[in-house]
């Protein structure tokens, strides 16, 4: 038999409040389709499907009364990339970035984010939506101390996306990678992704270590690959220590080192290059293998 779901089940699972279902059963029709007078409101696969739509088309900019018409019409399973995006202004990508976040929905962010890195490159998608949109969940969980699943699955779902970036790149341009690390006992890396996918859309091949990168993988990867930059991050205070660059093995010629991260200390690691955003290291990056 059908599974038949309740208005704060069908809520939970759409992202809204369960007055808004109401509101949208009374304004304009989307209610349970097999409800009748005196029974309670419980919503089958349809139904489901057909709010799932309305909500992602109001999430895209469109018009409730049209989100609605388009919904009601609706049959058969929700298909993600054959809604009409209406979010040209960025300011419009990041609030339904975020409100499809909120909403767990997964497929709908990957739609949304692919659309704007095909549209506008991975730097310019990263430093005006995908940070932006991390910034707010980010602060939202801190003044409320809730939605911690929230920012994780943005987090994963972005992480995804920029891994297909990086595995998308053409003939590298660099006879030798660049190499990538989080360093010490940092776990957060996203940014290293980024940097990673956008250098991987100028066609410059990486070795990317990813978190955690203890000194001596680096030292050892350092040694046998002699990488012309090597692009060290960390978040974290504890994890920005000098001897990640300044005890690594000599090689010959000597690589551009450049930090990125606020674990670093300026005033301790004056020899090096910084990057404070992501088209800066690229361009420090490209400076470096003569691009």
């Keep these: 038999m059908e599974e038949l779901l309740s208005v704060a089940a069908v809520a939970r699972r759409i992202g809204v409040a369960p007055a808004t279902l109401r509101t949208w059963a009374r304004r304009y029709g989307l209610g349970p389709s097999s409800h009748e007078a005196g029974e309670h409101r419980l919503y089958g696969a349809n139904d489901l499907a057909k709010l799932t739509l309305m909500r992602r088309l109001i999430t895209a900019g469109v018009a409730p009364a049209s989100a609605a018409q388009q919904a009601l019409a609706h049959k058969g399973e929700v298909k993600v990339e054959k809604i009409l995006l209406r979010c040209e202004i960025r300011e419009d990508v990041v609030a339904a970035v975020i409100s499809a976040a909120r909403s767990l929905d997964r497929n709908f962010i990957e739609s949304l984010l692919r659309k704007d890195l095909d549209k506008y490159g991975v730097i310019d998608s990263w430093q005006e939506v995908i940070a932006p949109a991390l910034m707010s969940i980010g602060e939202d969980w801190e003044q409320s101390g809730e939605g911690i699943e929230v920012e994780h699955l943005l ?137």
Excluded at 236 to 255: C, M, Q, S
């Design 155 to 291: 987090s994963e779902t972005i992480t995804g996306i920029l891994r297909e970036k990086s595995l998308a790149r053409k003939k590298p341009i660099n006879g030798r990678p660049v190499l990538l690390a989080s360093v010490g006992e940092e776990l957060h890396c996203l940014a290293l992704h980024a940097l990673h996918a956008a250098l991987s859309e100028a066609n410059i091949e990486c070795n990317f270590m990813g978190a955690r990168t203890p000194f001596s993988a680096l030292s050892a990867m350092v040694s046998r690959s002699a990488p012309p930059a090597i692009f060290l991050w960390a978040q974290l205070t504890k994890n920005g220590d000098p001897k990640f660059y300044r005890e690594i093995p000599r090689v010959r010629p000597a690589p551009r080192v450049i930090l990125g991260g606020p674990g670093w200390d300026r005033k301790k690691c004056t020899e090096v290059a910084f990057a404070d955003d992501l088209a800066l290291a690229c361009s420090e990056i490209k400076q470096a293998i003569g691009a």
